[in-house]
Structures are given as structure tokens and as C-alpha cells.
């Protein structure tokens, strides 16, 4: 596996395999990778003929100082996670690299980021779609690979893609979970001991909350008590928000329509670190 730093270097690699037509898979992370983060790999290397896989902690889709100065970064460690998984090039480039200067195109997705993390987190989604589309310009992939963890994420991936007419398949991949069920996240290496006992209760608030979908009578009201009552067992879980939306335009539901997808969504802080995860369910 060869490691790409700069722009130039990714650029010229890919335009290489495109003349050789060699299917290019793109896996985009942060870094920090878990078994999550693998399976896209794996996947990519089965449905491709290179894969390329990129590490960058991107500033531009922090809201929060402390929380981009703190994400975890182990480079080293996931260099040598990446080429047994069958990872072809990483791309792992500075900030200068990645952001000579700063952007001034601005990204609006309408309502799709007027709710949950788009909501909570300002910014946040103009910082992911700037980043998507120059690993998408630079890479030039024929498929992308995406975790269904970050729902929203996808949603407005899928939508830079369609309104952007990039040339590409984007494949997103379900969550994996730890045995506890707790979703993989970066993010979970910072939760200290008393934390990482407390944060499958997200999932189990979720899971509880998947049963009352699918009772004929409920409501989504009832559906968000149900989330909420096995929050509210743990005073150490900050719950930022639940919501329970529809799966594709991700908007919230008052009532529910036949036969719709609906996915319960959840942010909060345990232990000050802000986890995410939800669930989709058929009704
Ligand atoms: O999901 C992530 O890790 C990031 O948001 C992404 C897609 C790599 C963009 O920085």
C-alpha cells in the first residue's frame, strides 16, 4: 500500500488508473479506524479493482474547537489496519494540503440539514460536503463508500451527488456494532471506563423505541417517550436530541404514512463526548 500526501500526487495516481480502467473505490474516514471503517474497505477492495481510502480530520466540519483539538488521530496504527484489508493508496494529507486557503463556496441542502446534526452542529454539513467533493474531484472514484451511522451524512451525499452530477455510485454500508451493541464510532476511544459501561443504553433506548414502531396503534410520540424513558435511566447521558423522521427526507413525523421507512435518530454527550446512532425501521 503506498501512502499519497498531497493533492498532486493523488490526483496524477487516479488519473493513471482511470487510463489503465481500473474501478476506483473511495472509502473517505477520519481516521481512527474500527471494524466499521474496515468492512467499507473490504468491500471496496471486493467491488474495485483500487481502492483508495483517505484520512483527514477535517476541520471545516467541526463546530467545536475542543472537539476537532480531541478527535482521536493514530495514523501510524491505521496505516497498518488499512493494507491487509486490501486498501491500495492512503491519502493522508495536512490541513495546508487540503486547504491553501479557505473556501468560499457555501453548501445549503435545504430542510435535509435544517434537522439533527445539521441543526445542532452549524456548519457541519458545509464542512463534509466541501471535503466530499474535492476527495470526490481528486480521487475521481467509481464508487464511494459511506457508514449508515451518520444517516444524515449519506442523505446529503446523496444529494451533493445527485445535484452535482458526480459520475460515481455512492454504497452505503449498515452500522457495526460492538457485542454490547454499541455503534463503532472514532469517537468511542474517548469515552473512559464509567462512560463506555453506560453508552449501549443508546442503542437499547433505540432498540425499545424500534419495538414501538412497529405496533400498529403508536404514535410517534409514543415511539419518542419510549427512546426517552430508557435515557432518562442514566443521569450521566446528555441526550441532545431523539427524533423520529421519515428514512429518506429524514424530516419529523407527526403521524405515519403506509408502509413508510421511518428512522429514529439520537445525539448525546456521555461522559462529554457526543456519540451518535439510530435505527431504521419498515412500519
Ligand atoms: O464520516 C466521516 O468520517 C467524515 O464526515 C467524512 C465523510 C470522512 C468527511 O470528512
Redesign the pocket.
Known sequence: MEILNTVAALHARTEMWRRENKRIGLV???GALHEGHLQLVRAAAQECDVVVT?I?V?PT?FNNAEDFQLYPRLPEADATLLAPAGCTALFLPSVAEMYPQPTVLRFDFGALERVMEGAHRPGHFNG?AT??SKLFHLSSPHRAY??QK?LQ?VAIVRQLVADLSFNLELVAFPTVREADGLAMSSRNRRLDAAARTVAPLLYQALQQAAVVVQEGQATPAAVLEAAQGVLATEPTIQTEYVEVVDAQTLQPLAEWQPGQAVAVCLAAYIGGVRLIDNVVVAR
Open positions: 473517505p474516514t477520519m483517505s483527514f477535517n466540519q463534509v471535503v466530499v459511506f457508514g451518520d451524512q
